[in-house]
């Protein structure tokens, strides 16, 4: 989980100013989705965490 928020921090919250919270929230929303969904890691084989746990699980 701590790597994780250091990741959000570093790729999204630290690139942005927020001029308000539901800014900051939609962002973080967006960002889960691309994190989970989009953003590959060669640690899981290339895939990004959602298709890694589907490929696992067939």
Known sequence: MESFF???KSECFY?????SL???KQDIVEYIDYYNH???R???DGLSP???RL???A
């Open 42 to 44: 060669e640690k899981l």
């Open 50 to 52: 959602v298709q890694y």
């Open 55 to 57: 490929k696992e699980a």
């Open 38 to 40: 989009q953003r590959i």
């Open 6 to 8: 250091g990741t959000l």
């Open 15 to 19: 690139l942005k100013e927020y001029s």
């Open 22 to 24: 539901h800014e900051l």
